[in-house]
């Protein structure tokens, strides 16, 4: 029993190791004279050789996802030490796992020989996984590197659109005759050695490649071994065309308990299996991006400890974005100077009504991209959450400005100001849901992300109206009482 | 070909054909003379009656995943009158798809006999699933209408907390002794007929019961069939443990691209199996339950159409911190109503750095909550986040809080708000960075969840630090220039 579910906390020890390892020869390094430092480097390098070749080791017992683990949390001059230690084997492997951040990290130490190299362990759609991340030249020069065969399933993975089930999905698969019967499927699988690790069906086609259906691996070990293939074949099983959006084939998935699923182009030739090793990744990576993308960061962030220049750098269009609204709220807060100036406790009571209908919004928000993700929501019913959500902020606004306007009264004692809390409260919760529903409805109606940046546009537009509904009805009230 | 990647959209069109069936004949009976009414409800049941089969027979051709989408996506009434409409073979395996919130209104429809029927057409830890929806007298009720052995089974995977392997497992695996042949075990389980859907492995034990490796179906089927068990077994399969924890189980299937994993007890007596499907659902769960929980929203709202006065009052626990965070900061804002009057420009700049610190502060909790359920994160580099977020802040305060600090000399031509707008900034982001990372890690060291509510908090806590920093020291500078 090599791994488990714990096997995470061994390699935050090993990680652990790794920097206590590093910083202890840094601290060293900094401590010994600098006439001393010749004599030094030699028994230090005599000394961090035999470390090293000690880490080396413990690398070498550790899946390629561990690995790719281990240096995602590690610095990245860390990173590049230890990924000089890595069995240049296991390079291919190590660089599908790793984040695509990282990847890029790791790329831009290596040679063209290693990329060869690396290249050389993987299968055609892994390959276009890596290709992606390489730049022109040396992307030009792998693809160059390959078997005409191998290049021309790369680059036919590489044509498919990111999100498309085409370019998720896996060549390699294993085409049953459906003239055959089961015993000489199997003398055939058996003669082959192995089956390729991701296959879980066969699948079944005619003698022009026309796909038929799949056979079960059940359906092979229960029957009579004189069964033809033709007989057992299952039909009705789910199939995806290339181009059918990643999202649906992972909602199918889900939806039916899906293993591995064979994948015909528009003329129905198979042309490969999505399986679901591949949509876990997807899911996973879908819902990082949802989460990450909301509030402006970008997919590269998934490296927790980039470089701090270049995270700063990555949020500025939306903080750009985020102060032109800040801006604009404050100038409309400026147009009611005089109201503020006549009863000075509004400015203390104005972001009240804009919080909340910021976290409100919010929430609504939550509820849509929630429903987009899993195909529950839909133009059709779009309409009807946004009805729900107003009348939520309706009732909320009622009750609990009701609750705010008696603690304004209890600390104030004037009545105006509890009234504009009351009323304040109820037309901002109001608005707050259904910019929460219409904002990443109307995105995603106009063919944009609904997701990126929804919770900084939302949290801006609920914070410029929380405050111009406020001071609006103020102005309204303290004129007319 | 039955099912597709695309067929959400049908999908969708028959909810909304249910939608409008059910809406015309509202009309219908809303229209009509209320002394035809009798008569007309005589000719419109026998319309109805013949819509409704054919309902009815459209149903029946659906997946009972499909099932439970189209009910998830129906309001409250209609969704128990398709229910009712629904064969009650496929009641049990419709109530394991959809979402806890509806299940509930599902089974409060349902007298006990269809309960038990539903029962009766699952696996035992399926059955676990459903009655933990139950009243209490309905489980019992349950419980005392299944075998002893089932009943067993069902009352051992209900004693296995949430979130744990034990709570997420199958108990259906199939046991293959170590000591018979390939042959023997091919015989065997073509003896059986078939195959547990979800077994994809098969399980070695010793004549102990004690737990000794997977036999792969590649492995059955690529070596000769006089091998015994014992040679061919995989002794460093990945196992897990009852209580691993589910996501750290979840993790694992990531990382090694797992389909089916044995679940042994403390002593080594295998009890089940954990299989991707299972993984794929606790996934999603997982994900939809950050996504919501962060804006302090109930799993109970993924419900998406659940009544309002309900979804409101589900708010109501956060809407009460969120309130009164929002209260302090009006208090804050309150003990600078001096230094507001002298100035009241700085009513309406004092939002900007509150809200840009309200966003900056949701990103660096976006990347806690990321890492944390990625396992990335742990308390030895936590502090190494905040360091990187902090700095992050700095830079961002510098540089664009400087660019504030130009529009706003140009916009009041006041050189102390300038100064106020730089400083407010930099502090301002400096905090939002180490809350967004500390509020987080510290609610996970208490043993809380890191994520419920926490965007609320962090709002909060970063608005009223905001509006501190902002009036704070423009409280100084006005006093000191």
């Known amino acids: 029993v090599e791994r488990s579910g714990k096997q995470h906390k061994n390699l935050e020890n090993l990680v652990q190791h790794i ?9 060293v390094a900094s401590l010994v004279d600098k006439q001393e430092m010749r004599r030094h480097e030699l028994v230090q390098s005599l000394v961090q050789r035999e470390k090293y070749s000690e880490l080396r080791r413990q690398l070498d017992q550790l899946h390629p996802a561990d690995i790719a683990f281990v240096l995602e949390n590690l610095p990245r001059d860390r990173r590049q030490l230890v990924w000089s230690l890595v069995d240049k084997t296991h390079y291919g ?12 990290t790791l790329l831009q130490g290596m040679n063209q020989q290693d990329i060869v190299g690396a290249a050389g362990m993987l299968d055609s759609d892994e390959i276009a996984d890596l290709v992606q991340g390489l730049s022109e030249q040396a992307a030009s020069e792998l693809l160059s590197s390959l078997e005409s065969k191998d290049r021309e399933e790369v680059e036919s993975a590489l044509s498919f659109p990111e999100g498309t089930v085409g370019a998720l999905m896996d060549f390699d698969v294993i085409r049953v005759p459906d003239d ?11 003669q082959r050695g192995r089956l390729p690790v ?7 086609v005619d003698q022009k490649g026309l796909f038929q259906g799949t056979l079960e691996m059940e359906a092979l070990l229960v029957n009579p071994g004189s069964t033809s293939v033709a007989e057992v074949v299952n039909r009705d099983a789910v199939v995806f065309h290339t181009d059918d959006e990643a999202q649906d084939a992972a909602t199918a998935f889900q939806r039916y308990d899906l293993i591995s699923v064979p994948v015909v182009n ?6 490969g299996s999505l399986n679901v090793e591949a949509v876990l990744d997807y899911i996973h ?9 909301q509030v402006g960061l970008h997919e590269e962030e998934s490296d927790l400890f980039m470089p701090v220049w270049r995270a700063a750098r990555n949020r500025w269009p939306w903080l750009t974005l985020n102060l032109l609204i800040a801006f604009i709220a404050a100038l409309i807060i400026g147009q009611f100077e005089a109201t503020i100036s006549a009863v000075v406790a509004l400015a203390a009571l104005m972001p009240i009504t804009a919080n909340v209908g910021g976290n409100a919004g919010n929430q609504s928000l939550a509820l849509v991209i929630r429903g987009l993700s899993t195909n529950q929501l839909n133009q059709s019913n779009m309409l009807r959450l946004a009805r729900k959500e107003v009348s939520v902020g309706l009732v909320n606004g009622l009750v609990w400005g009701g609750v705010m306007a008696v603690a304004t009264l209890i600390l104030y004692g004037d009545f105006r100001l509890s009234l504009i809390m009351q009323v304040a409260m109820v037309v901002t919760l109001f608005m707050a849901g259904l910019t929460g529903v219409m904002v990443p409805a109307t995105l995603k109606k106009l063919g944009l992300d609904p997701v990126l940046g929804s919770s900084i546009l939302i949290t801006g537009i609920t914070d410029t109206m929380g405050f111009f509904i406020f001071l609006g009805f103020a102005a309204l009230v303290l004129a007319a009482l």
């Open 93 to 104: 492997a190590v660089l599908l796992e790793v984040s695509n951040a990282v990847r890029e």
């Open 180 to 190: 055959e019967t089961l015993d000489e499927t199997l003398a055939r699988l058996r």
């Open 198 to 204: 991701d296959s879980r069906v066969l699948m079944v």
């Open 19 to 27: 920097n206590t390892l590093i910083d202890r020869q840094a601290l």
């Open 266 to 271: 528009a003329h129905n030739h198979l042309v």
């Open 285 to 293: 990576r879908a819902s990082q991006k949802d989460l990450l993308g």
